[in-house]
């Protein structure tokens, strides 16, 4: 389900859909993640460009196998270990400051652009290929 700049504030805004398993909701003006259980089926979540300053509340996404959430105000990565299934992140453009637990998981791809790693800038278009 593709609902791209349609100026969405949460996902209380959404029915049940318990079948769905793509939801795209880049550009809209989403601050935090909630209510996912709702949607048990979901492998890709697409949150990229919202306003979303956390990632509580992904524990709810069991079957997650790709997130999206560039271009957003996240610092910590902490609450993504909750997603056994996730191998395919998307995290460009935050306010990432510590890599929590990249060491205990594979991922199959993992990008990050821009983020201030123990007080030093990370390089512009860093990609790291973990598990292959």
Not at 40 to 62: H, M, R, T, Y
Not at 71 to 88: D, E, V
Request: hydrophobic share 45%.
């Amino acid at each position: 389900m593709c609902l791209r700049q349609n100026r969405l504030t949460g996902f209380d805004e959404l029915p049940t859909l318990p079948a769905l398993e793509h939801l795209d909701l880049y550009d809209n003006l989403i601050k935090g993640i909630s209510d996912l259980a709702r949607f048990p089926c979901l492998k890709v979540l697409d949150l990229s460009f919202n306003c979303i300053e956390n990632l509580d509340g992904i524990e709810g996404a069991q079957q997650l196998t790709e997130l999206y959430i560039s271009n957003n105000y996240i610092a910590f990565m902490k609450p993504l270990s909750s997603c056994t299934n996730l191998r395919k992140v998307e995290l460009g453009h935050n306010k990432l400051t510590v890599l929590f637990d990249l060491h205990f998981r594979v991922y199959s791809y993992l990008f990050i652009e821009f983020g201030i790693f123990a007080g030093e800038e990370l390089a512009r278009a860093y990609r790291v290929v973990v598990g292959m």
